[in-house]
């Protein structure tokens, strides 16, 4: 073991040129997809993919740019509240999000992709229950911060 301090999962990622560049490649997968591209009539524009990025950032130890900037989670929420999600469609956005993963090179070590897709996972039923009609979702909450969990980085 050594003692070195664990870094970040958006340090590990490398910092908001990367997160940038796994939401630019998830969105450009899903303006081809047949299910998730009508969520966005006339593609998915430059503003949301930056408002997405800064949420990711956020979440996973960036700057907390959403919440000082973007109105946090009762804004996200509010964006998400009666889209009506479909189960299929959570499930393609979780899986194009792995793929975005690869496209965007991000590192590809099991413990940070186990700790990217627990967070879509979370993340993407959330977004299903809390987008139904009869939803009742919790209204106010601060922005997740996601770490590690129980597999944390390989550090020789
Ligand atoms: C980890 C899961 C998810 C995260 C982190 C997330 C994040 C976000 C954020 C931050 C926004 C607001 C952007 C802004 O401030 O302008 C947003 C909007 C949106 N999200 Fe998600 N989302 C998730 C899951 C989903 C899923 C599963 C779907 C569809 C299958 C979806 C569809 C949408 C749509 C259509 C909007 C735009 C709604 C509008 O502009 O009125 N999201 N999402």
Avoid at 1 to 8: E, T, Y
Avoid at 12 to 22: D, I, M, N, S, V
Avoid at 87 to 105: I, N, V, Y
Avoid at 141 to 154: D, Q
């Amino acid at each position: 073991m050594n003692d070195r301090p664990v870094p970040s999962l958006f340090e590990w990622a490398g910092g908001e040129p990367a997160f940038a560049r796994l939401i630019n490649a998830f969105y450009d997968r899903v303006e081809k997809d047949e299910l998730l591209a009508p969520l966005f009539p006339g593609g998915v524009s430059r503003a949301h993919r930056e408002h997405v990025t800064v949420w990711w950032c956020e979440v996973f130890g960036g700057p907390a740019r959403y919440t000082a900037e973007h109105g946090g989670y009762a804004t996200m929420l509010a964006h998400h509240r009666g889209l009506n999600l479909q189960p299929e469609q959570r499930f393609r956005f979780a899986t194009l999000m792995s793929r975005a993963a690869d496209d965007a090179t991000l590192p590809d070590d099991p413990e940070f992709r186990a700790a990217l897709v627990g967070y879509v996972e979370w993340g993407t039923r959330l977004a299903l229950a809390n987008s139904q009609e009869d939803a009742d979702p919790v209204l106010e909450a601060p922005v997740p911060r996601w770490g590690w969990g129980v597999a944390p980085p390989y550090l020789p």
